[in-house]
């Protein structure tokens, strides 16, 4: 008797507590949940970066809250309910893994507002919002396809999924525009984050004669393994990463998660908010391009930024046909843009890319 | 001239104060360290070790303890026979990871036909997926007396791969997009192992966590096998004397300690995670190994233990978020109260005596 | 598919430099090993000497001082596990597991504003004309002096505890710590100062990876090689020479999946990933024929009264 009393009350309050302390403190309280350290210097520094200008913006009408090195599953979805639990309005959750947690939790607490990062599913209370970041990766690949001596640009992947495959491909379609002899060689490091494999990797990219590294990995250790070897240049991944300014960091995608996460923030407040998918790129802010170095030349520089703002203002889109995938069939008609579901589920290479997509 | 002296028997009275005085300690010194970040102490204690039990919201966070506890205990009673007998599987997460990708992997073969066989069936080959894994150390040891510590060991980094193959290819979610993962199984009623009593957070893995505990304390306490597992950890030689016969012994401890693992990886697969991800695993295993020593092998201590410990995970949790501790803290907090724990022990085997030694 | 991109000389010096913080790490474990003490601790004192390591290193502006550091903070960090297993007789496997827990919090903790830091350089050692010499003077004249004092120290400890009087009592407070006790010799000191070997040693290891291998500091950088350590220990089964040989087949099979994969080599990586693991099983099965490899009282606790 006892327990089943127990967890009628327990079954009531989680339906209604969301509501109650909703109006019972005036703060608007935005909770963060974390998947690596906020000292990771990468993907989870940068989140806690948007999460510290959301303080700064609103200071006393806000009160934010992070719990980092989040595992995804139950760990995630005890998190968020707390966060919930304790009041809070609106809640990101900053890694793909979230997405099953998040939409469970949501449909626990229908007042409290979720964010999910990188994911495709939504409900009334639940948005999602990523960044495209492949707009960054044509601007790195124009000016790696112009630097590059030995026309040999190495690439450390993490895991091959259509995030990263789209960025491959962004970054080959550019350099090879203004390289046709360029040729890319691919690592897959299997981890987003392990700095000695990174710096491996890299260093193993730089032997076999890539004098231009990119990586989807977020430490900045392929940066460090550059500035020992010499002559070879690097792009920040996620972070500026410009303490290895003016070389081998030459340029950088920085992830800018500020802006939306302000936004969010004031229709909150507002009592704006609704369920939306955002997919923003350079042009609303979410991508930045980090300050490009004197190490580029003037004139690569200055096309670098026109592509940009060609890019920004919708007038160019980096998967313009024409395209053939990487056997031969066609990928995009002369003129053709690439839409958001083909980009979203890309798992091909495009022609010339050579080895194959590990499966 | 202070020194130990063995107890002629454990103390009965230490073996119940000692856990205590250990957390009393780690309050103490973690206050410190709390308080050396700036935090408040006592409300850091209290947010760690109080508001999950007793807090606004407990009626959320007691059942958490059940879903973060059970597979540390399932995990840990398994490996405590095998530890207890000198036989050492650490090599308990990809045991884990194992019995999740094979029950999984059985639900998922079936989608989306729905039926009440797949759940169970899903059950056996989680139990074999882990068995199988625990059987590679200890076929080895048996027949080449190979080191099981070490086999097992690296056995969890060749399972972490195979994690990570599957989440990328055999399972992949044809409907993700292309993202790493499988099917959700929470979705896939046939396969979830959901909640038996709506909000209590008991699931499948935590009744058989109980299981576990009482066929432990039968086993080790009644059974001849029992007996044999602890006369082979104290003194071998009479084990062999006695009849033991030590290649099934190694067989039988590793092979429980394999199954359960495997059975605590199914069941967080089907029922808390829901999904195979390249992270699935967060180091149940590898914590399991501390619950079973903290229990000092016994079950109701294990039992115990695992609650302890979920407890501080959840409380750290909690703590971050209220008090903006780092996660670190939260680690460094664990790491001093385990530290403790395993110090005061000492006491329930020892005495402290002061004065010159007896001459003998 | 190009394999002529591979270059075997920048190879094979690559899989040397990766190879040296596994060196390090494994030596010291294996001479605590050898002890009779199992430490399962060694990840917790490698990344406790990445950062004590890194931090010095940057605030004195000299690596040298670094690597110092980084020994102390391992051997300080060390003491801890020698306290809870020697002194209050805990048991050594929950003891090793609870200073990793504790030495990856702690460190995160110190290093906290050290994130995004250079450090300063260690330059290579100047053999003058021996580095010119084409092949052996890339792969064996042109790395820093740590690399060279981890082979110095492979072979000091492999001659000192095959002649020296304190490598004979080491082992035989290993093989039977009651009968070392009844020749009067003190066990408890002498594990100890084993243990302390083995906290600096992977100390050293994680300074290398922070201060030479990648140079920076991160949270959790050391991302599992004290594990690897541990392995490599029992692969080698108790013997240095052996365990320079694991370290750099460990070393190099990542070395060469990273080098296969550049070249264009359609590899399944998560298979070669796992290969060294599976190697590592396969040459225990091959050496288990050894029966007397380990150190007989590995793992057991010691008290005078028993």
Redesign the interface.
């Known amino acids: 008797m006892k327990l089943s009393t127990l967890l009628t009350s327990a079954a009531l309050a989680l339906g209604v507590a969301s509501g109650a302390y909703a109006d019972a403190h005036e703060k608007t309280k935005v909770g963060f949940v974390f998947v690596g350290p906020v000292g990771d210097g990468g993907w989870t520094y940068e989140h806690n970066q948007g999460r510290l200008a959301v303080e700064k913006e609103f200071g006393d009408a806000v009160e934010t809250v992070f719990v980092e090195n989040v595992a995804e599953g139950p760990d995630s979805e005890r998190v968020m309910t707390q966060m919930a639990l304790d009041g809070a309005d609106l809640i990101f959750t900053t890694s793909f893994g979230y997405m099953d947690p998040t939409i469970n939790i949501a449909a626990k607490f229908p007042d409290v507002k979720f964010e999910h990062a990188t994911g495709y599913k939504r409900a009334d209370n639940v948005s999602t919002y990523s960044a495209r970041f492949y707009e960054g990766r044509a601007i790195q690949g124009h000016i790696a396809g112009k630097m590059t001596k030995s026309n040999i640009i190495g690439y450390i992947g993490s895991f091959p999924i259509p995030e990263v495959i789209r960025g491959i491909n962004s970054a080959y379609i550019h350099a090879k525009k203004v390289n046709p002899d360029v040729e890319f060689k691919i690592v897959w490091a299997y981890t987003w984050f392990d700095p000695a494999k990174e710096a491996d990797a890299a260093k193993v990219l730089i032997e076999q004669g890539a004098d231009v590294i990119l990586q989807h990995t977020d430490s900045t250790a392929p940066q460090a393994a550059a500035q020992e070897a010499g002559n070879v240049i690097t792009f920040g991944q996620a972070s500026d990463m410009a303490q290895y300014a003016p070389s081998p960091r030459v340029s950088s995608i920085i992830d800018n998660w500020a802006p939306y996460y302000i936004a969010r923030t004031k229709a909150v407040m507002d009592g704006t908010w609704e369920s939306k998918d955002t997919w923003d790129g350079i042009g609303a802010g979410m991508v930045g391009i980090g300050e490009i170095s004197d190490a580029v030349p003037a004139d690569v520089k200055e096309e670098a930024l026109a592509l940009k703002a060609s890019i920004a203002d919708g007038s160019y889109h980096p998967f313009t046909g024409p395209l053939k995938k990487q056997d031969g069939s066609d990928f995009l008609a002369e003129g053709a843009t690439a839409d958001d579901g083909t980009l979203a589920g890309m798992n091909f290479y495009v022609e010339g890319i050579k080895g194959d997509i590990p499966k | 001239m202070v020194r130990l002296e063995k107890r002629p028997q454990p103390s009965r009275a230490f073996s119940w104060a000692a856990p205590v005085l250990a957390v009393v300690a780690t309050m103490i010194f973690g206050g410190l360290l709390f308080a050396a970040l700036g935090k408040d102490p006592v409300a850091s204690i209290e947010t760690i070790f109080w508001e999950p039990l007793f807090g606004d919201f407990a009626f959320y966070y007691r059942p958490q303890l059940l879903i973060k506890g059970a597979p540390l205990v399932l995990i840990a009673i398994g490996l405590s026979l095998g530890f207890k007998a000198g036989i050492w599987n650490i090599g308990a997460e990809g045991q884990y990871i194992m019995g999740a990708i094979f029950g999984a992997a059985a639900g998922l073969a079936f989608y989306p036909e729905q039926s009440v066989f797949i759940f169970p069936l899903m059950v056996v080959a989680g139990a074999f997926g882990g068995w199988l894994w625990a059987m590679i150390p200890a076929v080895l040891r048996v027949k080449f007396g190979t080191n099981e510590i070490l086999v097992s060991l690296m056995l969890v980094y060749v399972a972490e791969q195979f994690l990570a193959s599957v989440s990328l290819g055999l399972l992949k979610n044809p409907e993700g997009f292309g993202f790493p993962g499988s099917r959700n199984l929470q979705q896939y009623a046939s396969a979830h192992n959901g909640e038996l009593i709506a909000g209590s957070g008991m699931h499948w893995g935590v009744v058989a966590a109980l299981i576990a505990v009482i066929f432990a304390y039968v086993l080790l306490t009644r059974h001849r096998l029992g007996f044999a597992i602890r006369v082979t950890g104290q003194a071998p030689k009479a084990a062999r004397f006695s009849g033991v016969n030590p290649t099934r012994l190694v067989l039988f401890c590793m092979g429980v300690s394999g199954l359960l693992a495997g059975l605590a990886g199914l069941f967080e697969v089907a029922g808390p995670a829901g999904q195979i991800t390249i992270d699935f695993n967060v180091g149940y295993g590898f914590t399991a190994i501390i619950v079973a020593f903290l229990g000092r092998l016994h079950p109701v201590g294990i039992l115990l233990a695992g609650g302890l410990l979920a407890l501080t995970y959840i409380g750290g949790d909690i703590a971050q978020s209220q008090l903006g501790l780092p996660a670190a803290a939260i680690q460094v907090f664990q790491g001093m109260l385990l530290f403790f724990l395993l110090a005061f022990d000492l006491f329930t085997q020892f005495r402290l005596r002061f004065g010159q030694a007896e001459v003998i | 598919m190009d394999l002529s991109?591979?270059?075997p000389v920048?190879?094979v010096a690559?899989f040397l430099v990766?190879a040296t913080?596994l060196i390090f790490a494994a030596l010291g474990e294996l001479v605590v090993e050898r002890s009779g003490v199992l430490n399962?601790g060694v990840e917790g004192m490698m990344i406790i000497g990445a950062i004590c390591g890194f931090a010095a290193a940057v605030e004195t502006g000299s690596p040298l001082l670094g690597f110092f550091a980084a020994a102390v903070g391992g051997a300080v960090l060390s003491l801890?596990f020698a306290?809870?297993t020697q002194i209050?007789?805990?048991?050594q496997?929950?003891?090793g597991?609870?200073?990793t827990?504790?030495?990856?919090?702690?460190?995160?903790?110190l290093?906290?504003r050290y994130?995004?830091?250079?450090p300063p350089r260690l330059p290579e050692v100047n053999f003058g004309p021996l580095h010119d010499i084409p092949v052996l003077g890339p792969v064996l004249f042109s790395h820093d002096i740590i690399l060279y004092l981890g082979l110095a120290l492979v072979v000091a400890v492999w001659a000192g505890l095959k002649f020296t009087r304190a490598g004979l009592v080491l082992r035989a407070v290993g093989e039977s710590h009651d009968a070392a006790h009844a020749l009067g010799y003190k066990v408890v000191r002498i594990r100890t100062l084993a243990i302390m070997f083995g906290g600096a040693c992977a100390g050293l290891g994680g300074a290398y990876?922070s201060l030479i291998?990648?140079?920076?500091w991160?949270?959790?950088?050391?991302?599992?090689?004290g594990?690897i350590a541990?392995?490599l220990v029992?692969?080698a089964s108790w013997k240095p020479w052996r365990l320079l040989l694991g370290a750099y087949l460990f070393g190099g099979i990542?070395?060469l999946q990273?080098?296969l994969?550049?070249?264009?080599v359609?590899i399944?990586?998560?298979?070669l990933?796992?290969s060294p693991?599976?190697i590592?099983?396969l040459v225990?099965?091959v050496l288990?024929a050894d029966?007397n490899a380990?150190p007989a009282s590995l793992?057991r606790t010691f008290?005078a009264?028993?």
């Open positions: 991109a591979i270059n920048l190879f690559g990766a913080p399962l801890l306290f809870l209050t007789l805990a048991n496997v929950a003891s597991l609870a200073l827990l504790f030495g990856l919090g702690f460190s995160a903790l290093g906290q994130v995004g830091i250079k990876i291998r990648v140079p920076q991160t949270e959790g950088m050391t991302a599992g090689v594990w541990l392995a029992v692969f990542t070395q990273l080098n994969q550049g070249a264009g359609a399944p990586v998560e298979y990933a796992m693991y599976v590592t099983i225990l099965v288990s029966k380990a793992g008290h009264s028993n």
